[in-house]
RNA sequence: GGGUCCGUGGCGCAGCACGGAUAGCGCGUCAGCCUUCUAAGCUGAACGUCAUGGGUUCAAAUCCCAUCGGACCCGCCA
């Protein structure tokens, strides 16, 4: 018998029983939902519930005799996957799996459905958008935006094998005025051919750029308001001048060429800050010169990032342009629409949109999660000039990924929560409340460095690229360390997963709503919890059943008996709800947590017990047999976070 | 000032959605294990007022309130 997640046949048994049982026993009373939860220990069963807590109150009686009362009805003559049921503690009523039918129920599901087994499809399969990664094309995916990617795409994997048609989708954010200033920068300098990868090579362009117009826009505005402004407000200019000017002086050292001759360009035009702000209306006007100026540099910068991506893995299925919204008539439209609603209100010219006034409308205080004092303060759609706002544009983005999906998850950082909520109430102020209720931010906390945080404006930054160089490289010394007489191919070979897999877990495993301080020994670690150890644990597995050389023709599971074997099995067959958890609630780190405490009971397995040479064939074909279960789940575990399985290490 | 998220051994984390039996794990420290299937491994020891104070409950790391501490947001940036 196998079954797609087997453990259920059993959980269903216990919660059949024990309905039946109350039923019988106790016909006068509702009964609680049965909430059956896995127990610490395996001396406790598989399964408890603490029910007898709850009706012990109703029936006025200790908790213990309720218990007692309610095994006592249990019929257990049709018993299948349950061992026994017993009343335990002050009042729990423990379940044991049978153990010599279980065995064979898990250990057959596993080989019979093999790369499929724990991937439970869902009974309502969905199309899906996944928004990740979409990193503006100015400079390299640093360290901190990588946990977007790792994320993103752990998410898709999860999701498409849990049925769902899942669509990946990088917004490429080429409309805001940043994209203006590395094009202008770019256009000065005669746009030339990069020397270099694309992205490092936009990036130094984006940054000095970026740091000589801020100057001069400081200087130019102290100038101007020296008569007019406080003292305080003076100081403030004072600093932030202060500031740049020590970034300058970094810029300058790390790149004088590019500095002077940046420096020299800029110093031709009166004003750079016109000039940008100039570009940036052309463009969003679609002028031809404008749209070609900067699709070219956002496009050199985009080769980049799928270069970096193919490394780790990461593919997308649409390049989503912003400024495409834009030329569409797609913004407008929602600015006509949202214009004719009451939520619109113009305030110095500008238009803002009410976002309070429409939570109080249609009442979604509660409905959205907002505790009653959290207002929600209004977003501004449209610049005095004209220009739209990146919001705005999110709202014409979003209303088009609802027309190819029927639900959205956006990747993105929780910096932007107050923006997403916007945008999510602008949904269900223009009628799209469907939408508005399918509509997902997946929210992640920064990485930042110790010391400083990332700033990709002023170029302080780690590169994605640089971290993943210096994990192979780390990992390339270890290979050799640990198994010399391999081959240098191999080692290339092995270095390559095992620093790929060490970066991905890591950025993977901690908890989304958490920050994440880098440092290179965490990141790249290769001990225990890290992608290499788990590798290294199906290496080893893979390792034991190269040495079988039989096929057993008959396999007693039953003999596996010791508690070490009888937790494997309960951990096998724990994984189909792991996955299905990870899914449902959008928790990938649950699969990076489960696969180190498989690889953990399976290390100590493997220390106490021999497999191929154990004290009979049957129980060494029993191991066998388990081993190749783990090996199994290892792998398909690891492949849904997208980390590399190796059969060698 | 208002809001959101977070606070668990020296350090880094899990557990909290759905309250239940002795709070798990890694690093580091200390003591051990390679003539036996991969030592990127394993075994043992030490280390905890689960930020603090109240409350709810038969039962609180988990739920509620307050306080303190940290991060982030509140822009005609994205």
Same mark, same amino acid.
């Given at each position: 018998?196998?079954?797609?997640?087997?453990?259920?046949?059993?959980?269903?048994?216990?919660?059949?029983?024990?309905?039946?049982?109350?039923?019988?026993?106790?016909?006068?009373?509702?009964?609680?939902?049965?909430?059956?939860?896995?127990?610490?220990?395996?001396?406790?069963?598989?399964?408890?519930?603490? &029910?007898?807590? !709850?009706?012990? $109150?109703? *029936? /006025?009686?200790?908790?213990? @005799? =309720?218990?007692?009362?309610?095994?006592?009805?249990?019929?257990?003559?049709?018993?299948?996957?349950?061992?026994?049921?017993?009343?335990?503690?002050?009042?729990?009523?423990?379940?044991?799996?049978?153990?010599?039918?279980?065995?064979? &129920?898990?250990? !057959?599901?596993? $080989?019979? *459905? /093999?790369?499929?087994?724990? @991937? =439970?499809?869902?009974?309502?399969?969905?199309?899906?958008?996944?928004?990740?990664?979409?990193?503006?094309?100015?400079?390299?995916?640093?360290?901190?935006?990588?946990?977007?990617?790792?994320?993103?795409?752990?998410?898709?994997?999860? &999701?498409?094998?849990?049925?769902?048609?899942?669509?990946?989708?990088?917004?490429?954010?080429?409309?805001?005025?940043?994209?203006?200033?590395?094009?202008?920068?770019?256009?000065?300098?005669?746009?030339?051919?990069?020397?270099?990868?694309?992205?490092?090579?936009?990036?130094?362009?984006?940054?000095?750029?970026?740091?000589?117009?801020?100057?001069?826009?400081?200087?130019?505005?102290?100038?101007?308001?020296?008569?007019?402004?406080?003292?305080?407000?003076?100081?403030?200019?004072?600093?932030?001048?202060?500031?740049?000017?020590?970034?300058?002086?970094?810029?300058?050292?790390?790149?004088?060429?590019?500095?002077?001759?940046?420096?020299?360009?800029?110093?031709?035009?009166?004003?750079?800050?016109?000039?940008?702000?100039?570009?940036?209306?052309?463009?969003?006007?679609?002028?031809?010169?404008?749209?070609?100026?900067?699709?070219?540099?956002?496009?050199?910068?985009?080769?980049?990032?799928?270069?970096?991506?193919?490394?780790?893995?990461?593919?997308?299925?649409?390049?989503?342009?912003?400024?495409?919204?834009?030329?569409?008539?797609?913004?407008?439209?929602?600015?006509?629409?949202?214009?004719?609603?009451?939520?619109?209100?113009?305030?110095?010219?500008?238009?803002?949109?009410?976002?309070?006034?429409?939570?109080?409308?249609?009442?979604?205080?509660?409905?959205?999660?907002?505790?009653?004092?959290?207002?929600?303060?209004?977003?501004?759609?449209?610049?005095?000039?004209?220009?739209?706002?990146?919001?705005?544009?999110?709202?014409?983005?979003?209303?088009?990924?609802?027309?190819?999906?029927?639900?959205?998850?956006?990747?993105?950082?929780?910096?932007?929560?107050?923006?997403?909520?916007?945008?999510?109430?602008?949904?269900?102020?223009?009628?799209?409340?469907?939408?508005?209720?399918?509509?997902?931010?997946?929210?992640?906390?920064?990485?930042?460095?110790?010391?400083?945080?990332?700033?990709?404006?002023?170029?302080?930054?780690?590169?994605?690229?640089?971290?993943?160089?210096?994990?192979?490289?780390?990992?390339?010394?270890?290979?050799?360390?640990?198994?010399?007489?391999?081959?240098?191919?191999?080692?290339?070979?092995?270095?390559?997963?095992?620093?790929?897999?060490?970066?991905?877990?890591?950025?993977?495993?901690?908890?989304?709503?958490?920050?994440?301080?880098?440092?290179?020994?965490?990141?790249?670690?290769?001990?225990?919890?890290?992608?290499?150890?788990?590798?290294?644990?199906?290496?080893?597995?893979?390792?034991?059943?190269?040495?079988?050389?039989?096929?057993?023709?008959?396999?007693?599971?039953?003999?596996?008996?010791?508690?070490?074997?009888?937790?494997?099995?309960?951990?096998?067959?724990?994984?189909?709800?792991?996955?299905?958890?990870?899914?449902?609630?959008?928790?990938?780190?649950?699969?990076?947590?489960?696969?180190?405490?498989?690889?953990?009971?399976?290390?100590?397995?493997?220390?106490?017990?021999?497999?191929?040479?154990?004290?009979?064939?049957?129980?060494?074909?029993?191991?066998?047999?388990?081993?190749?279960?783990?090996?199994?789940?290892?792998?398909?575990?690891?492949?849904?976070?997208?980390?590399?399985?190796?059969?060698?290490?």
């Amino acid at each position: 018998m196998i079954a797609q997640n087997p453990f259920d046949l059993f959980r269903q048994e216990c919660q059949t029983v024990l309905t039946v049982a109350i039923k019988k026993t106790l016909p006068e009373i509702t009964p609680p939902a049965i909430n059956l939860k896995r127990t610490a220990n395996l001396d406790f069963g598989q399964l408890a519930t603490s &029910l007898c807590f !709850e009706l012990a $109150k109703k *029936l /006025n009686q200790k908790p213990i @005799l =309720v218990a007692k009362n309610l095994v006592a009805a249990v019929n257990n003559s049709t018993f299948e996957f349950i061992e026994k049921v017993e009343p335990a503690g002050a009042g729990y009523i423990n379940f044991h799996v049978n153990f010599p039918k279980f065995n064979a &129920l898990i250990l !057959e599901s596993i $080989k019979t *459905l /093999n790369k499929n087994y724990g @991937l =439970v499809k869902t009974d309502q399969p969905k199309s899906i958008i996944v928004e990740h990664t979409s990193v503006n094309p100015l400079h390299p995916i640093h360290i901190g935006q990588a946990r977007n990617p790792m994320l993103g795409d752990a998410l898709s994997r999860i &999701l498409q094998c849990r049925g769902h048609n899942v669509s990946r989708h990088y917004y490429i954010d080429d409309v805001g005025r940043q994209s203006s200033v590395v094009a202008y920068g770019y256009s000065k300098l005669g746009r030339p051919k990069p020397n270099e990868k694309a992205d490092l090579f936009v990036g130094k362009i984006y940054t000095v750029t970026s740091c000589i117009v801020e100057i001069s826009r400081l200087k130019k505005g102290k100038a101007s308001s020296s008569n007019t402004s406080s003292a305080d407000d003076l100081a403030k200019i004072n600093k932030e001048i202060d500031e740049w000017t020590s970034i300058a002086v970094e810029l300058k050292e790390k790149y004088p060429i590019l500095f002077e001759t940046l420096m020299e360009k800029i110093g031709e035009d009166a004003d750079p800050e016109e000039e940008i702000n100039s570009l940036n209306r052309s463009y969003e006007d679609g002028s031809p010169d404008a749209k070609n100026l900067i699709r070219e540099v956002s496009d050199l910068c985009l080769e980049g990032f799928r270069q970096t991506m193919k490394r780790v893995g990461v593919t997308y299925d649409s390049w989503d342009w912003e400024s495409d919204f834009v030329w569409s008539t797609q913004v407008s439209e929602v600015m006509a629409k949202l214009k004719a609603s009451q939520f619109v209100f113009s305030e110095k010219g500008v238009l803002e949109f009410d976002a309070e006034k429409v939570i109080k409308t249609f009442d979604l205080k509660s409905k959205l999660g907002l505790s009653d004092n959290h207002e929600i303060s209004p977003l501004t759609l449209v610049r005095a000039d004209g220009t739209t706002l990146y919001t705005t544009r999110d709202i014409a983005y979003t209303i088009w990924k609802f027309k190819n999906a029927q639900k959205v998850i956006n990747i993105i950082g929780m910096e932007q929560s107050l923006a997403q909520l916007q945008l999510k109430i602008a949904l269900y102020a223009m009628g799209y409340c469907e939408n508005a209720d399918n509509l997902v931010h997946f929210a992640y906390n920064l990485v930042t460095l110790p010391g400083y945080k990332m700033s990709s404006r002023r170029g302080h930054y780690i590169t994605f690229d640089e971290v993943l160089d210096e994990a192979i490289q780390r990992a390339y010394s270890e290979v050799s360390k640990r198994s010399p007489s391999l081959s240098d191919e191999e080692k290339h070979d092995i270095a390559n997963f095992v620093g790929l897999g060490a970066v991905r877990y890591a950025l993977l495993d901690v908890d989304p709503g958490k920050p994440v301080v880098f440092t290179w020994e965490r990141v790249l670690n290769f001990e225990t919890n890290s992608a290499p150890y788990v590798q290294y644990t199906h290496a080893r597995a893979c390792s034991i059943l190269r040495k079988v050389e039989h096929k057993p023709e008959y396999l007693n599971l039953e003999l596996l008996t010791e508690r070490l074997e009888r937790e494997l099995i309960l951990a096998l067959a724990e994984f189909p709800d792991i996955f299905v958890e990870a899914t449902e609630y959008l928790k990938p780190n649950i699969i990076a947590d489960y696969i180190n405490t498989l690889a953990d009971k399976f290390n100590t397995f493997y220390n106490a017990y021999p497999v191929i040479k154990a004290k009979t064939p049957e129980l060494s074909d029993a191991r066998i047999a388990l081993t190749k279960a783990i090996q199994i789940v290892l792998k398909n575990a690891l492949t849904l976070i997208g980390v590399f399985a190796p059969e060698k290490m």
